[in-house]
């Protein structure tokens, strides 16, 4: 779509025609259109303008005539454009940015451009925002809703339907209380600045260095130029401290910085931090904003007087007005590759944005992605090395527990060795951190009379237990059960077993063992908000917590300096699946929550439970030897010409028909071109074969890097007409292969 096609006319040519421009609108299904411009009204490219379509009033954006294709109409049909929002416009090379996008994954080109835009409510000229809070008075009347409300809203304040969906109850429910005289109104204004960030509120003394490596940070920024560079330190080594001295300098450039977290959860501890550095918070943007605040911070980011930004991937394609650094914090982190919608990555994106808009983008991370490292041994990002941590604090020592030489009883997941340290850490004062990547008590429930496994309805997994909340929750699609007292295929009564571990169940089992530690359960089940992060971070540094159960939420980002024990559960976890990244990624993970130890004076220990001491992957981890990992791990990459030596690009066809995404593959499959440097393989059902009650099949293709892949893939899927109900995926530079 984003191609340069000629077309009849230039922008705001006027020749013996009306005057027109040509708009994308904001919604998938339409390509541009072109509109009349009404007199009196002046239009650029990167306006953004209401337009009618049939009945309703949309969103788009003015694009160039020759960049956007579009069929020719003649003047007589044009219809007008009915507004012109009273909004910075996107930049050049913000629409370049997005074109770019587009081409490259595969995506539309009005998808990509609602990341930068999101929602009419940044649009609307409201000032403020009405917003409420339930007041501690309560109604007489109490239905199990209003309960509910009462008991999930906690003061929380919000729009209707802000408060609606944290309490999970339906609009009607939060209205009632409000029109009751419940709730307190707030008028919250959506266009107060943000005060400005002090770039030496609060400097730190950089050891020699750290000094050395901010000042490189800093060089670079003063360049003004197009900067890859990798900022490759150990899990402590202050990284963050360093690259605050970028963030510093761009402050004092008066230029918009852009520092990217993987996960909500991080960000509570990181503005707190930023705050004490820099004497204000930056400006937060993720998917937990409520609406008064993604405006605000939307106005403040597009007219500039947001001046460092803080988000997650989304925060990306934001309209910037003056962007001069992007900082990509634990960069080697896959939840920067988004799963839906424009699959894009985040880490990729950012170093395109940077050179594109010539600005440095610093990678962060003490286990790169194989690529980032890649890409500085060649020489085409700058390595820039914190060998050692900060303070003379030594790297833990991580040892394995061979599970079968030292098994932990039936039914329990605790060697000898783990709980023996586990005890000794807490005769000591000092706290601990058990890691497995498995929310819930249990990944399956069986029932012993039949042998029937408990799957979700909509989705070809099985239901995990959750304890807590007396639940069977589908990790895939959200569905979620009441859990069951018997078996619902033969109606045996008790006789479903839970089977495996989840976080819980390894909660119980050190409740069992070490009755006098407290212990906390940190999952995305229970830390689901920028406050909950802040609860659980306090507890832990307040010594109110001697043990952490966690999943991979708990491998990153944090600094406990009384935490000196990590005990990985299952090391062998992230290798079953085998896919391209299996190896990488537990490396990466295993590495980061072993990071968490010893951070201060006293020194860390890890012990890391496995079958298989001799893998590649546990065998590095233990040698501590990260290179010859990676060293290993690209050899093989390069062999098989996997990425980043080749591409791969998949495709995921899915209907709620099982023979229509049968059938649909398989014509796909047929019409596949076949041409030196690119093969596809499959169809094949997908092994997670349905998913949200659709049914998948998946092509995967393999090309050189040579090979122009995206285009072969248009080329080949463009004519090709689907039924209604199919659907398929593109995935440039997979990440899951499920
Ligand atoms: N120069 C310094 N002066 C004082 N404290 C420092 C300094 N450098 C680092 N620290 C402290 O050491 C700890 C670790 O630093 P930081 O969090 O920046 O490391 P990191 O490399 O980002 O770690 P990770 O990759 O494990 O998240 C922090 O508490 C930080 O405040
Ligand atoms: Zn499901």
Redesign the pocket.
């Known amino acids: 779509m984003a191609s340069t096609a000629p077309s009849m006319q230039k922008p705001g040519q006027t020749t013996g025609r009306k005057q027109r421009v040509r708009v994308v609108l904001l919604t998938a299904v339409i390509g541009p259109l072109d509109y009349a411009v009404p007199q009196g009204m002046t239009l650029t490219p990167g306006d953004i303008v209401t337009v009618p379509l049939g009945p309703r009033q949309l969103t788009g954006v003015v694009w160039e005539d020759e960049r956007a294709e579009t069929e020719d109409v003649e003047d007589s049909k044009l219809r007008p454009v009915i507004a012109k929002a009273g909004l910075p416009p996107l930049s050049d090379e913000m629409r370049r940015l997005a074109e770019w996008a587009s081409d490259y994954y595969l995506a539309s080109l009005p998808n990509v451009l609602r990341m930068a835009i999101p929602g009419s409510a940044a649009l609307k000229e409201a000032r403020e925002i009405t917003e409420y809070s339930l007041k501690d008075e309560q109604p007489d009347r109490m239905t199990d809703a209003r309960k509910q409300a009462y008991e999930r809203l906690e003061g929380r304040q919000g729009t209707v339907r802000e408060l609606a969906a944290a309490a999970e109850v339906s609009e009607g429910v939060i209205r009632g209380l409000v029109n009751g005289g419940f709730a307190d109104t707030h008028l919250v204004p959506t266009d107060a600045p943000f005060d400005p960030p002090d770039p030496d509120a609060d400097q730190?003394?950089?050891?020699d260095t750290?000094q050395d490596v901010a000042n490189q940070l800093v060089d670079a920024i003063k360049e003004k130029s197009f900067a890859p560079i990798l900022l490759d330190?150990?899990?402590?080594?202050?990284?963050?401290?360093?690259y605050f001295e970028a963030v510093a300098e761009a402050i004092r450039q008066g230029r918009q910085c852009l520092v990217l977290l993987p996960e909500i959860a991080l960000t509570q501890p990181f503005l707190e931090?930023f705050a004490k550095r820099f004497g204000t918070r930056p400006v937060a943007w993720h998917s937990g904003l409520r609406q008064s605040e993604r405006r605000r911070a939307w106005q403040a980011i597009a007219n500039g007087s947001a001046h460092v930004i803080v988000g997650a991937r989304s925060s990306l394609f934001l309209p910037y007005q003056n962007l001069g650094l992007i900082i990509v914090?634990?960069a080697h982190e896959t939840s920067f590759k988004q799963e839906d919608g424009v699959r894009y990555n985040a880490r990729d994106v950012a170093v395109m944005r940077a050179h594109m808009e010539r600005f440095p983008v610093i990678l962060?991370?003490?286990t790169p992605a194989i690529e980032s490292h890649h890409m500085a041994e060649i020489g085409q990002y700058q390595r820039l090395s914190?060998p050692a941590?900060?303070?003379g604090?030594i790297m833990p020592d991580i040892t394995p527990v061979n599970l079968i030489e030292t098994p932990p009883e039936r039914n329990h997941w605790i060697a000898p060795p783990l709980v023996e340290a586990l005890e000794e850490t807490l005769e000591r004062g000092e706290q601990s951190l058990l890691f497995l990547n498995r929310r819930g008590y249990a990944p399956l429930t069986l029932c012993r009379n039949c042998g029937h496994r408990i799957e979700c309805p909509n989705c070809s997994a099985w239901m995990v237990e959750h304890r807590l909340t007396h639940r069977l929750a589908c990790h895939h699609c959200g569905h979620v059960m009441p859990m069951l007292d018997s078996c619902p295929e033969c109606g045996a009564e008790d006789s479903l077993v839970a089977c495996g571990p989840g976080v819980e169940r390894i909660a119980d089992e050190v409740a069992a063992r070490l009755p006098d530690a407290r212990s906390i359960v940190v999952t995305s089940d229970t830390i689901w908000s920028p406050a909950k992060a802040e609860e659980f971070v306090q507890q832990v540094t307040n010594n109110m917590v001697d043990i952490i159960i966690g999943t991979q939420l708990v491998t990153?980002?944090?600094?406990f300096?009384n935490l000196t024990l990590v005990g990985v559960i299952d090391a062998d976890i992230g290798l079953e699946g085998g896919d391209l990244r299996a190896a990488e990624r537990s490396f990466q993970q295993i590495s980061?929550v072993a990071?968490?130890a010893g951070?201060?004076e006293k020194p860390g220990r890890v012990l890391v439970q496995t079958r298989n001491p001799e893998a590649p992957v546990i065998a590095a981890l233990i040698a501590g030897d990260r290179d010859a990992f990676y060293a290993a791990e690209l050899a093989s990459r390069e062999m098989a010409m996997m990425p980043p030596f080749g591409r791969l690009g998949a495709l995921i066809i899915s209907s709620e028909d099982q023979a229509e995404a049968n059938e649909a593959a398989r014509m796909i499959g047929h019409s596949a071109p076949d041409f030196d440097g690119f093969t596809v393989y499959g169809p094949a059902p997908a092994p997670l074969s349905m998913l949200r009650g659709r049914y998948r099949f998946r092509l995967l293709v393999h090309a050189r890097r040579t090979v122009p892949m995206q285009k072969a893939i248009r080329d080949w899927l463009d004519p090709i007409k689907l039924p209604q109900g199919v659907r398929v995926a593109l995935d440039v530079d997979p990440y899951s292969f499920v």
């Open positions: 730190v003394d950089l050891s750290q330190g150990v899990t402590g080594s202050g990284k963050t401290e360093v931090r914090d634990e962060a991370s003490a914190l941590r900060f303070g604090a990153k980002g944090y600094h300096p980061q990071g968490r951070r201060a």
